[in-house]
């Protein structure tokens, strides 16, 4: 066999092997390892990007990653809530739920939503099982009282070993975020703080917003690549800088770090392989928070 390559298909072999060497101090850091990862947005409505997550999600398995997911469904949720005739309002980014939004909440995330996350990673050769907060009291939750929202919950305790269990047995848990209190009364709780108390719970090493923006854009329009906890706190206060659906993920991101989580990512799910290229490559491709006051926000 000759050694004899072109010089631009030599030039390619070595590009991708020096991707996959530089790709190794990262899986090797994190494997064995859970890693939280809230799914949302674009990678989860369009089929070309369900799908390549679903590689990325197979990726963290083959190096040993144990991923644990948690899905949003807002679109989903409005569209069908409009459909009935169910009027949509949100205070800070959280939706306002009463009866008759909790029950078409828990239609569409622990039904439609949750099969469709499972049968997409499931398409993609992952173990998948999917799962509520309310299975095995996953998630035990009270009614949040400030602001007033409905039947909006807030987590109280997670039952963890139903996820361990499952991690164990190398199977991916898929969590709609439906919590159930002591009565057996459901929330609705948003996925952003759902997605935080696992990683708390679960001790990971990683919490992995995946949505449709960038990352965290600072007070100068920039997306901050790296920032602090005590950084992002200091975002939320000021006023007009962070806004919307991005105040719970925020929010969420200090409370995990503050509770021990290694790192939280924050990155474009409308990107192929985003988890991916964020979590293995020196660059990344969004926005990291690391604990502590120590960061390289501009």
Avoid: C, W
């Amino acid at each position: 066999m000759t050694t004899d390559l072109p010089p631009q298909i030599r030039e390619r072999t070595v590009a991708k092997a020096r991707t996959l060497l530089e790709a190794l101090p990262f899986m090797r850091a994190h494997g064995g390892r859970v890693i939280i990862v809230k799914y949302g947005g674009a990678a989860m409505e369009t089929a070309v990007l369900a799908s390549t997550f679903a590689e990325d999600v197979m990726l963290l398995q083959s190096v040993g990653i144990k991923p644990v997911i948690v899905h949003g469904g807002g679109p989903a949720l409005t569209q069908i809530s409009t459909r009935l005739g169910i009027e949509t309002t949100f205070v800070d980014g959280l939706r306002v739920t009463d009866a008759e939004t909790l029950d078409v909440a828990t239609m569409v995330l622990a039904g439609k939503v949750n099969t469709d996350v499972v049968s997409s990673l499931v398409a993609g050769g992952v173990g998948a099982v999917g799962l509520s907060g309310v299975d095995a009291r996953l998630l035990l939750a009270r009614k949040q009282e400030l602001p007033d929202l409905g039947f909006v919950g807030e987590v109280v305790q997670v039952n963890a070993d139903v996820l361990a269990t499952l991690l164990e047995r190398s199977f991916v848990p898929v969590v709609a975020s439906i919590a159930v209190d002591e009565g057996g009364q459901a929330y609705n709780v948003n996925a952003d703080v759902v997605a935080a108390e696992l990683a708390v719970a679960l001790d990971a090493e990683k919490l992995v917003y995946v949505s449709d923006v960038p990352g965290l854009i600072g007070p100068t329009g920039d997306l901050l690549s790296e920032l602090s906890s005590k950084q992002a706190g200091e975002l939320l206060s000021e006023s007009g800088v962070i806004d919307g659906g991005m105040i719970p993920k925020v929010q969420s991101a200090v409370r995990a770090l503050d509770a021990g989580v290694g790192r939280v990512h924050l990155v474009d799910g409308r990107v192929e392989h985003a988890v991916v290229l964020e979590l293995f490559t020196p660059e990344g491709i969004g926005t990291m928070i690391t604990p502590g006051s120590n960061g390289i926000m501009p």
